[in-house]
Structures are given as structure tokens and as C-alpha cells.
């Protein structure tokens, strides 16, 4: 069952799911069905804490087999359907309702393989079983084993060294290869499952949570949300940010145990619909922004101090592949089809990808990360492509070990095995369907090494057993799972472990003041401007020139005395949660509060503070939030305009926010996408109480834009926008009105999100963001089709394709200053067609000048090259043909008045398209290179944003 409530993956959302051992799941359940009501006899068994008001119950037993025996003899084995044993601290789990009225035996329960709940420490692990091999001590079992493992730490106070494996002189393949030897076929299958074996002293380690920061481990450094990363265009920054979270990480594993050295990291799936609810965890629509950003996320995090051994940590990429949507309801649809729908359609759908769609959109980012980052990890996904499920699919084979050369481990996404005959009822080719068993075959043979879930643990025995898997095969999964293992420092000697620097990181660097300001630099860095009418910002004109400046202080003022007033209204400017985004740090769980060890400062507490140190404004900042974020109560508005009355400025601040960690009224998480009900007419029907009752449209939701509105009519106050969420909201209205003087796009930030705002708005930082995704006028330019795959589906899919003019184009963004673009030169004019030249480059260099409005430092300015293929031959049916393709980019910083040249290395397989045989190659033609600051595709004019400079480049 899919269970927000008591989740044995330590409140994983990657699905949070309980999976019973047969590998069955109810994918009906909802995300917030309440728990039953406490058990009232729950014998010998010691309290834990309350979760959501019902006490759960544990104890410390050695293995699941005892916990199913004890559950009987506490309750009667026939009604004990509620235990659960975890492999993570050997505790036997009594869940709320240990009393059943069904018949249902005890191997109901469930052995799954995640990390426990934060209850107290468990009673010491029993000593290895007669027959190990080392003189050494026991695996100390770890009290907090992190999701989706049974993690154990080895400690000693004799020679490790008699254990080959642990035996640092020798080489990891031979510490491998002596371990592979030793183990049972037993423990073999043990080891694929994610557990630990104690005769061997063979320690297991788990997964975590990274995508920007270590999640739901405890006080750690909330760096803002991939999106906003994406909007930094800053490869080097992205790449300090996870060198941080590794150190981070480091710390929380070898000082406090509260966190894995696995992380399911990063995110780099495409975003090809902006109603995806999950396109907060992604760097964006484009394969060659997200593959060097994630790219440059995963060196650091492996890699972050060039001295240390490889690889610090282990990221675990996700979701291989083709994953991009949670629900099968976003579209103009019926409120009652919405309210028919499936929000966890994920777990079903099967992607119809054409090959050239794979190949130039959905893999690009993986082949980024295992050829430029020695990615260590890939995570295989819910979802099928083209009638197989992902871990089942020759593609991970074909195309991620085979073509791309990737030899790190692929882990299942957790409960995938299960939900491939749960609820993709995959069948044969002959229309039987797939047992359990043969599934858990399946996946082994197609190269998962782990499982996530219980299908290992309790199906791949029986595989085995049946010869549906072969000992080749399970070896080579076991090889990798150890290589990786001991890659990580996990089985060391005593001397080696002692000086390993990984395992030396203080838990002082753990959201430490200079963490903290690096997650405000890169909240600052990923603020987009996009509109900015008369220098309405940097409010009142500061840091410009001097003429600018006095012209901004006359209009603003309009004739008063200063200094100026503000006001802040908006239901996100004092809303700190939505700082957070999904899979955070501060918290001990998902969906839990910010932790009181951890300070946030939200958008209100840092304009606040920002005014109270300028000149120009009073110190006094009105406030009133005027509506909530998604309902049709208007009964705020009228305070919000009092609020703004008096004001010179007013900033408005609303958007989204996410469900995961913000609860109600949200809008876009894992498990929601966003959908605009209407009328059997058609017409819009944001609020039918009866059926639905919230809009989630690509607009702002409930009544922000009645707040926007009543306020441009209402007060004569200058108004700033900013939009907080985690991917495009449309805003045609407040483009086009002359009385919104700018937009500001501000995706959930983190820990110091607010105070990055203000500073941006203030003028004491420049804002530098280019948008990581296209933002229509409204959904009328998105597919009808939510469904479909095809990124050439009208109007075409992500600024790649698309044929109309959005509201703001993929690599939108203004800054305080203007650049002008001059000499454009390319280091080679002509590359050879097919392959010969694949692992090849070129370099692009630019002039690029600095016009001086802003005068208060230096701005930064994304340089960017894209290319518009014109094919030698024909383009058929079986291709697609982007109209333009980002091939490089580079972000540079340039002095007011200044000129830089800009340089920028574009690998020649960026290039690369499906020809009309299906070969993936450099196929022959002339390629415009279009270098600038923005996309050369048509989109709303922008004094700043001059069209790019061309060259050409062809391909012979």
C-alpha cells in the first residue's frame, strides 16, 4: 500500500510504499488515509514514539521469521496482519491495528528493506552465527539505519586485516572477488536484497535523499530546489553546492550515523510538461542543461576533495527512464473525470517513446553523468517504456551499460518489481501474465542489482530455486553491489579506516554559516527576472546609474517626501515551509516541520530586514497576506489593499506550493500534477465544490489573481510580482498590464531564500537567472494530450520544439544592466558525419561587454550557444528534429563598462540527431550556431535580451 503514515522507508517518497512479499500493492490507497486507531493490547511490546497520534510499537528480534512467531502468540496467527520486521535494526514492527477481523495468515507482513521509524535505540545485535571466518568483532547494527537498506558498521578491536575483504593493500576487484568466493548462494541473494551478512562481517549501506541538501536525516544545509539550481545556468556553482552536501553527508555517517553514503541523486529526468508535479526536483526541459548541471552535481558530491579516495559518497541518479508524469488527469479535463482519477498513474504507465525522443531528449543526461561523472548509481523507474517495465527493460542494458559504458549499480525504485504485475499486469508475449517470481526474474536478468522493496528478499529465492535466474547472473549483480561497497570505505582495515579522511569530516560543517551563505548565493543566483518595466527594480533605483536612479526615486515617490513606503501581501511572502520544496533537509521525515535547530528566513522576514538598512524606505513594512494560496475565499483582499494604500511599492508575493512538504492547498508534488477542471461547455471551472473544488492549472491558483488585480485597480502603489514555485506558472495578465512594473520568478529557495530575494530586489545582488524551463501563455499552448510521449506533439513539446510564441521562452532573464554580443568565432568550421568525430569539440568565443545601467558592481551574463540543424536529406516520419538544441553555455561575470571574452566548448555530440535508418549520429548538414543570452526562437520582446549572433558549423 502507498502510505504516508507509517512508512517503513523512513518517509520516502520515491514511492513510499509497503509492499507485501508476494510483491502485491494497493495503488489505490491514498497519500493521506488516516491510520486505524491505536491496538488496545499490545502485550510485552515497548512504546515508540506517536506518529500522526497513534502509538507504534517494536521490538529488537533476529529476523522476521521470529517477529511473524511473536506477532502470533501476541494476537493469534490467523488475525496478526500488521507486523513488520526490518532488516535496517532487526526491529519487529507491530503496526497501529495488530488485531484483524480478516483471516489473512501472518507471511502477510511485510520484510521490507527500509531504515526504521526514530524510535529509541534497539538492544545490541546478536554476535555472528558458529562459523565466521575473522577473528573480529560483530557488525555493530546501526540504531538508524538510513531508507531503502539494512545499513551496519563494523567495528573491531583485533586484525580486520584477516578478512581479505577488508584488507586495504589488496586492490577492491580482489577484495571483491575473495568476498564473492566465500559467500553461500544464500547470501548472495542476501546481498541483492540490500542486507548485511554477519558470518562474512559484510556490512550493507543505504540510500538517503540529496537532491539539494541531505533529506529527512536531521539539521542539514537546505540548498534551494534543483529547479532554481537550473536557473543559475552555473555549472561551477552547482558543483561547489555538492562537494557541501557530500562534506554534509560525510559528517552525518561517520559522526552521528544518522544518514547513508547512498543518495538518490540527482534527479535529471526532463521536464516535458510543465503541469509535472516533480519538476521541482529536475534542472529543467533541456537534456543538455540538466545532463552538465547534474553532471557537475555528482563530481562533487563523489569527488569533493581531489586527495581523498573515490568515490566519497554514492549518487544514485534517477529515474532511467522516460519518467515525467505522476497522474493520468492534467489536461483540460471534467472535474468528474479529475475526480475519477489516478494519482498514482506513475506506477502504471507505459511510455510509448519513439527512438529519437529516447535517444535526443530522455538519455542524453545519463550518458552526461556516466562519461563526465563516473556516476556510481541509476535508478530504475516505476513507469514502462514501450510495453516493458524500466526494471525489466533492455534499454539498461542496451543503452546505459552497452552504449554509455555505465558499470556502477542499478537500484529498483522502491516497490518497482512489485507494481510491475500489481499494477502494470505485465504480461508475456503470449498474454499470460507475469507471476511475481518471474518479474523478480526479469529484473535480476535485465541488470537490476538491488531491489528496493521486498521483491528480492521475498521472490528471488524462489527464482533462483526454479532456474529462473542463473548463478551467473546473480554473481554479476553481487559483484557490482560489493565493488561499490568497498569503493566507499565501508570494509576497512583499522589502520586504513582510521586515516580515512571521509570518515574524518566534523559535524560542524553540517549547516554551518558557510553553507548556509553558499545556499543564499545560489538562491540569488537562480532569481529570474522577467519583466522589468522603467527599472522598477532594484527598488528605488539603487546601484544604478545616477540619472537612472533619480529618474526611478521621481516616479515612485510621486512627488512625496521620503522615505519611500513598502508593503508585502501575498500568501508565500511569510509561508516558510514553501522554502523547503520536496525531499528536505531540517526535517526528520517528509511532510514533518522545519526543525527548531534550523533558522529560515521567508521572503516577508528578509524584505523586512532589507529595508530596515536602506535609506531610501521606511522601516515600517506593511503586511497582509490578502488570500491563501489555493481557495476561493476572497475575504483577505480588502485588508491587503489597506495594507498597500499608503504604499510606494508593493510586492506581491504567491505562486505554489508543494505537497510533500506543505500539505494542504498544494498544487505540484510527486503523486499530483497540475490540471485545469472545465464545464461540460468548456469553459473554466476552477471551483466545483461538488467534484474537485481547486484549480491546478499552470496559472496562479485560487484567487491571487483577483488579489493582483483588485490591487492595480485599487492603490496607485508601483507593484512588484514574484512568483515562488517549483516549475512555469503563467501570468499573461500581469505581463501585459502596465500596472505591474515586474515579475520576479523565485523557485522554492531554501534556507535563505527570503534573504536572497531581498537582496536581489534591493539591488545589493544582480539577478543572473535564465529560465530552466519554457513558460507558456496558458495551457492552450501545451499538448491536448498529456499522455503522449511524442516530443513533436502539437504544438511541439519544450522551447526544442515548440512552434508558437510562449509567454517567456526557455533562457529567459533579465538583469539590471545590458550586454552587447561581438565577434562570434568557432574553433572549427566542419566535422566528419557518422561517428568518427562523436567524442570530439569545438569552442565558441564571444565578446561580450558590459553596457554599465548597473553601477553598483559587476553583473554576471549566461553566454549561450544553440544549434538550428539544416539536414542534407530529407527529415521522415521516424525523426525529430529539434528547431533549435542548446550545444553549451557558460556563465560569466562582467565588470560595468567592461569586455570579456566569452568562451564556450561545445562536445560534438551534442549534435547528435536520429537519422532516417535510426543510426544516432552526426548526420550531414549546416548547423547555425546562435550565440547570445538568450534562445533565438521567437518570444516576447525585451530591450536586454538582443537576438543572438550567428556562425556556422557543418557536418560532411
Known amino acids: 500500500t502507498i502510505s504516508a503514515v507509517f512508512n517503513f522507508k523512513a518517509m520516502r517518497f520515491e514511492v513510499a510504499v509497503l509492499v507485501a512479499v508476494a510483491g502485491a500493492a494497493d495503488s489505490t490507497a491514498s497519500l493521506e488515509t488516516p491510520p486505524p486507531p491505536p491496538a488496545t493490547h499490545c502485550g510485552a511490546w515497548a512504546k515508540g514514539v506517536s506518529l500522526n497520534g497513534h502509538d507504534i510499537t517494536f521490538q529488537v528480534l533476529p529476523s522476521a521469521a521470529a517477529c511473524c512467531e511473536l506477532c502470533g502468540k501476541t494476537v493469534g496467527a490467523a488475525a496478526c496482519t500488521g507486523w513488520t520486521w526490518n ?18 495468515p501472518c507471511v502477510s507482513g511485510y520484510t521490507g528493506d527500509g531504515p526504521p521509524l526514530p524510535f529509541p535505540p534497539p538492544s545490541p545485535a546478536p554476535p555472528p552465527p558458529p562459523g565466521a571466518i575473522c577473528t573480529v568483532d560483530p557488525p555493530t547494527t546501526r540504531s538508524d539505519a538510513p531508507r531503502g537498506s539494512s545499513s551496519t558498521r563494523a567495528t573491531s578491536t583485533t586484525a580486520l ?26 547470501e548472495k541473494l542476501a546481498v541483492l536484497a540490500g542486507q548485511s551478512v554477519d558470518r562474512l562481517h559484510l556490512v550493507a549501506d543505504g ?41 554534509e553527508a560525510l559528517a552525518k555517517h561517520w559522526g552521528d550515523n544518522s544518514n547513508a553514503l547512498g543518495f538518490f541523486a540527482p534527479n535529471i529526468n526532463i521536464v516535458r510538461d510543465v503541469r509535472w508535479g516533480r519538476a521541482q526536483e529536475t534542472y529543467g526541459e533541456d537534456p543538455t542543461l540538466t545532463g552538465t548541471l547534474g553532471a557537475a552535481y555528482v563530481n562533487g558530491m563523489q569527488n569533493p576533495n581531489s586527495s581523498w579516495p573515490l568515490p566519497a559518497v554514492r549518487n544514485v541518479a534517477k529515474h532511467f527512464a522516460a519518467y515525467n508524469l505522476e497522474s493520468n488527469f492534467a489536461g483540460r479535463v471534467t472535474p468528474k473525470q479529475i475526480s475519477q482519477s489516478d494519482g498514482q498513474y506513475r506506477l502504471a504507465y507505459d511510455a510509448n517513446v519513439s527512438r529519437a525522443d529516447l535517444l535526443q531528449t530522455f538519455l542524453p543526461a545519463f550518458e552526461d553523468l556516466v562519461k563526465n561523472a563516473s556516476l556510481r548509481g541509476v535508478m530504475c523507474s516505476y513507469n514502462s517504456v514501450n510495453g516493458t517495465p524500466l526494471c525489466a527493460n ?21 516497490g518497482a518489481i512489485g507494481f510491475m504485475t500489481s499494477t502494470h499486469h505485465w504480461n508475456h508475449s503470449d498474454g499470460t501474465p507475469y ?8 529484473s535480476l536478468a535485465a541488470g537490476t542489482d538491488l531491489n528496493c522493496g521486498g521483491a528480492y528478499s521475498g521472490q528471488l529465492p524462489t527464482a533462483f530455486k526454479e532456474s529462473l535466474v542463473t548463478l551467473d547472473q546473480i554473481n554479476t549483480a553481487v559483484s557490482r553491489v560489493l565493488y561499490g561497497l568497498l569503493e566507499l570505505g565501508v570494509m576497512s582495515d583499522t589502520t586504513t579506516a582510521a586515516a580515512d579522511p571521509r570518515r574524518q569530516v566534523p559535524m560542524s560543517v553540517v549547516d554551518s554559516a558557510p553553507h548556509r551563505q553558499l545556499a543564499k548565493e545560489a538562491a540569488a543566483q537562480g532569481v529570474v527576472l522577467l519583466k522589468n518595466n522603467d527599472h522598477t527594480l532594484p ?29 508585502v501581501v501575498g500568501p508565500n511572502a511569510n509561508r516558510t515551509l514553501t522554502l523547503t520544496s520536496s525531499y528536505s533537509g531540517c526535517k526528520d521525515r517528509a511532510g514533518g516541520p522545519i526543525l527548531p535547530t534550523c533558522t529560515f528566513v521567508n521572503p516577508l522576514q528578509g524584505i523586512q530586514a532589507a529595508a530596515a538598512a536602506s535609506s531610501a524606505f521606511s522601516d515600517a513594512v506593511a503586511f497582509a497576506p490578502g488570500v491563501d494560496i489555493d481557495t476561493p475565499d476572497t475575504s483577505g483582499i480588502p485588508a491587503a489593499v489597506a495594507a498597500a494604500s499608503d504604499a510606494d511599492v508593493v510586492v506581491v508575493i504567491g505562486g505554489l506550493i508543494t505537497c510533500q512538504e506543505t500539505g494542504a492547498q498544494c498544487q505540484e508534488a510527486e503523486a499530483r500534477d497540475r490540471s485545469t477542471p472545465v464545464n461540460k461547455d468548456g469553459t473554466d471551472n476552477p471551483y466545483s465544490t461538488a467534484d474537485i473544488g481547486r484549480d491546478y492549472g499552470i496559472g496562479l491558483p485560487g484567487q491571487q489573481l483577483a488579489l493582483l488585480q483588485t490591487l492595480a485597480n485599487s492603490t496607485k502603489a508601483q507593484i512588484v510580482l514574484v512568483i515562488m514555485s517549483g516549475s512555469a506558472v503563467a501570468v499573461p495578465w500581469a505581463a501585459a498590464s502596465n500596472r505591474v512594473g515586474a515579475i520576479v520568478q523565485h523557485f522554492y529557495a531554501g534556507v535563505l531564500g527570503g534573504e536572497a530575494l531581498a537582496e536581489v530586489l534591493f539591488g545589493t545582488t544582480v539577478p543572473s537567472g535564465k529560465l530552466p524551463v519554457m513558460i507558456p501563455t496558458s495551457e492552450e499552448q501545451l499538448p491536448v494530450d498529456y499522455l503522449d510521449q511524442s516530443m513533436l506533439a502539437p504544438p511541439g513539446r519544450t522551447s526544442r520544439y515548440f512552434t508558437g510564441t510562449p509567454l517567456y521562452h526557455f533562457g529567459f532573464g533579465m538583469g539590471y544592466s545590458t550586454f552587447t554580443y561581438a565577434g562570434v568565432t568557432v574553433s572549427r568550421d566542419n566535422l566528419a558525419a557518422g561517428s568518427d568525430d562523436l567524442d570530439s569539440d569545438f569552442v565558441v568565443s564571444v565578446l561580450v561587454t558590459n553596457n554599465g545601467e548597473y553601477t553598483g558592481g559587476p553583473s554576471a551574463e549566461v553566454v549561450m550557444v544553440h544549434a538550428t540543424p539544416t539536414l542534407d536529406s530529407p527529415v521522415t516520419s521516424t525523426m525529430a528534429v529539434p528547431r533549435q538544441m542548446l550545444v553549451g553555455f557558460v556563465k560569466i561575470e562582467v565588470a560595468p563598462g567592461k569586455t570579456v571574452e566569452a568562451q564556450v566548448r561545445v562536445a560534438a555530440r551534442r549534435l547528435q540527431l536520429v ?22 526562437a521567437p518570444q516576447q520582446a525585451s530591450p536586454n535580451t538582443p537576438l543572438p549572433l550567428s556562425a556556422l558549423i557543418s557536418i560532411s
Open 207 to 247: 540510500f538517503n535523499e540529496a537532491l539539494h541538501g541531505v533529506a529527512w536525516a536531521g539539521r542539514a544545509t537546505v540548498f534551494p530546489c534543483p529547479m532554481s539550481l537550473g536557473s543559475t545556468w552555473n555549472e561551477t556553482l552547482v558543483n561547489t553546492i555538492g562537494t557541501v552536501v557530500a562534506h
Open 161 to 186: 586485516s584477516q578478512c581479505p575483504w577488508y584488507n586495504s593493500s589488496l586492490s577492491f576487484a580482489q577484495r571483491r572477488d575473495a568476498l564473492l568466493a566465500e559467500l553461500t548462494s544464500d
Open 915 to 936: 537519422g532516417p535508418d535510426d543510426a544516432f549520429e552526426l548526420l550531414r548538414g549546416k548547423y547555425t550556431l546562435h550565440v547570445g543570452g538568450r534562445n533565438p
Open 87 to 104: 532488516l535496517g535494526d532487526h526491529r519487529c514492527y507491530l503496526k497501529n491495528a495488530i488485531v484483524s477481523n480478516t483471516s489473512e
Open 394 to 414: 533492455e534499454l539498461m542494458q542496451q543503452e546505459l551499460r552497452d552504449r554509455m559504458g555505465f558499470d556502477g549499480v542499478v537500484v529498483t525504485d522502491c
Open 435 to 442: 507471476t511475481a517470481v518471474e518479474a523478480t526474474a526479469a
Open 539 to 567: 527598488l528605488g533605483g539603487a546601484g544604478m546609474s545616477e540619472s537612472i536612479q533619480q529618474a526611478v526615486l521621481a516616479k515612485i515617490s510621486r512627488g512625496r517626501a521620503r522615505p519611500l513606503k513598502l508593503a
